[in-house]
């Protein structure tokens, strides 16, 4: 049983769509990481939230901490081909600060 | 400014066969960690460090060994290779609650 889930797993859609992807536990967390990876790369740091319910926004890439610090979603806006990736949820539980868990991640494709 | 450095890129080791991974980074960071990442199981944590001396077990810790004698240099090392341990291995490090800089990665076959 994954610490953090991640839904959908795949996500197929055309340039210009928006799209949301979630991330969820049942255990509270300190802070939540996102992340996109490509092919053959290191995943990169997109955002961290550190505080229920903070909403941050990079260009068309908008992400949430859930009140209760126990999900996140990622919005993106207008999505283009470039946005294709596997996008990684990862965070550190209030219980064990020092260990960060990932997500299974999300593989979103943008078709032009 | 190089980040977080991994090598080597690609090794095929037979099983039973030892070997250290090296990972260095130049940024200062006190934490750095070990994942191995397989298909629809996103990364999992090995070993992770919070500083120089101090080592700790993460999810899938068994087959491997770390150290941390100083700041900059986190190797992991493989006791006696084992096919499940065929995979893709990162390095990161991050400072306090900032978000982790990983290295480019170790793919592994172990046959």
């Known amino acids: 049983t994954q610490l953090l889930e991640q839904s959908p797993q795949f996500l197929s859609i055309q340039e210009g769509e928006n799209l949301t992807v979630y991330c969820n536990s049942s255990?509270?967390?300190?802070?939540l990481q996102w992340y996109r990876q490509e092919p053959g790369e290191g995943p990169v740091l997109l955002v961290t939230?550190?505080?229920?319910?903070e909403v941050k926004k990079l260009k068309r890439l908008t992400f949430q901490f859930g009140d209760a610090r126990k999900d996140s979603s990622l919005h993106i806006t207008a999505a283009q081909p470039g946005d294709t990736g596997l996008y990684l949820c990862a965070g550190a539980r209030w219980t064990s600060y020092d260990k960060v868990i990932f997500g299974p991640g999300t593989s979103l494709s943008v078709i032009p | 400014n190089a980040g977080v450095t991994q090598t080597p890129k690609f090794q095929v080791l037979k099983t039973g066969q030892s070997m250290t991974l090296q990972c260095a980074q130049d940024?200062?960071?006190?934490?750095m960690s070990w994942y191995r990442q397989d298909p629809g199981m996103g990364l999992r944590l090995i070993h992770y460090?919070?500083?120089?001396?101090?080592?700790d077990q993460g999810e899938v810790p068994n087959g491997y060994n770390v150290s941390r004698s100083t700041t900059e240099d986190f190797p992991l090392r493989l006791l006696s290779a084992a096919p499940s341990q065929t995979s893709v291995y990162f390095c990161?490090?991050?400072?306090?609650?900032?978000?982790?800089?990983f290295g480019s990665g170790t793919r592994l076959t172990v046959v």
């Open positions: 990161a490090s991050r400072q306090g609650s900032y978000g982790y800089t």
């Open positions: 460090s919070v500083g120089a001396g101090i080592t």
């Open positions: 940024m200062n960071h006190e934490y």
């Open positions: 255990s509270v967390f300190s802070s």
């Open positions: 939230v550190v505080t229920g319910g």
